[in-house]
Antibody, heavy 117, light 106 residues
Framework: EVLLVESGGGLVQPGGSLRLSCAAS????????INWVRQAPGKGLEWVAN????????YYVDSVKGRFTISRDNAKNSLYLQMNSLRAEDTAVYYC??????????WGQGTLVTVSS | IQLTQSPSFLSASVGDRVTISCRAS??????LVWYQQKPGKAPKLLIY???TLQSGVPSRFSGSGSGTEFTLTISSLQPEDFATYYC?????????FGGGTKVEIK
C-alpha cells in the first residue's frame, strides 16, 4: 500500500522557520517525482514545489522562491520542505503528493502550518 | 497558466447529470487532471490526461477536452459525490489548479 505521511507542522511566528517531512512507503520512492501542495484554510489548492527522482531538478512557485527549499533522501524514503522567512500567507495544510508529468496519484493526509504571532 | 473553473458552486440532486468546466488561459494539450476533495481529506485523483479514468474510479465520471477547454461530467450524481472538484494543469511550470467547484445537495 502506498503511504505518504507528513509531519513537522505547527505554530510558528512570522519570520520563523519550519521543516516539514514526508515519509514514503509501499513504493520505490527513488523512482518518482514528489510534490508539495498547500491549502490555506477554506481556500483552494496551490502547488508549492517539486523535485525529481535524484534531487537534481527542483521547481518552485514564485511566492516561495528564495524562502523554501525542497529536498529528498532516497535512502530514508523521505521528502523535506525547509521553510524560512515564514509569512502569515504561508498558513495552510501542506500535502506531499507523488507524481510527475501526468498526475498526482497519491497524497498524504497533510500537516498544518500556522504562521501567527 | 490560469485555470478558470465554472461554476464555482453547484447545487444538484442525486441522479442528476453534472458538468463542470475548466478553461485554461493558454493551450495545455491534454495535460489536465481532475481531483475530488472531501472536507478534511486529501484530494483524490479522478481523471488524468484530460479523459483517462484513474483505476478504481467509478465509470460515471468522465472527462473530455483538449487545448483550452475541458469538462468533467458525472453522469448520475451519487450521495458520495458531494465534494469539491479541482482541475490542474501539468503542461508547464508553475503547475496550477483551478479555483474549485463545490457540489452540494439540492
Amino acid at each position: 500500500e502506498v503511504l505518504l505521511v507528513e509531519s513537522g507542522g505547527g505554530l510558528v511566528q512570522p519570520g520563523g522557520s519550519l521543516r516539514l517531512s514526508c515519509a514514503a512507503s509501499g513504493f520505490t520512492f527513488s523512482s518518482y517525482w514528489i510534490n508539495w501542495v498547500r491549502q490555506a484554510p477554506g481556500k483552494g489548492l496551490e502547488w508549492v514545489a517539486n523535485i525529481n527522482q535524484d534531487g537534481s531538478i527542483k521547481y518552485y512557485v514564485d511566492s516561495v522562491k528564495g524562502r523554501f527549499t525542497i529536498s529528498r533522501d532516497n535512502a530514508k524514503n523521505s521528502l523535506y520542505l525547509q521553510m524560512n522567512s515564514l509569512r502569515a500567507e504561508d498558513t495552510a495544510v501542506y500535502y506531499c503528493a507523488r507524481g510527475g508529468s501526468y498526475n498526482f496519484d497519491f497524497w498524504g493526509q497533510g500537516t498544518l502550518v500556522t504562521v501567527s504571532s | 497558466i490560469q485555470l478558470t473553473q465554472s461554476p464555482s458552486f453547484l447545487s444538484a440532486s442525486v441522479g442528476d447529470r453534472v458538468t463542470i468546466s475548466c478553461r485554461a488561459s493558454q493551450g495545455i494539450s491534454n495535460y489536465l487532471v481532475w481531483y475530488q476533495q472531501k472536507p478534511g481529506k486529501a484530494p483524490k485523483l479522478l481523471i488524468y490526461a484530460a479523459s483517462t479514468l484513474q483505476s478504481g474510479v467509478p465509470s460515471r465520471f468522465s472527462g473530455s477536452g483538449s487545448g483550452t477547454e475541458f469538462t468533467l461530467t458525472i453522469s448520475s450524481l451519487q450521495p458520495e459525490d458531494f465534494a469539491t472538484y479541482y482541475c490542474q494543469q501539468l503542461n508547464s511550470y508553475p503547475l496550477t489548479f483551478g479555483g474549485g467547484t463545490k457540489v452540494e445537495i439540492k
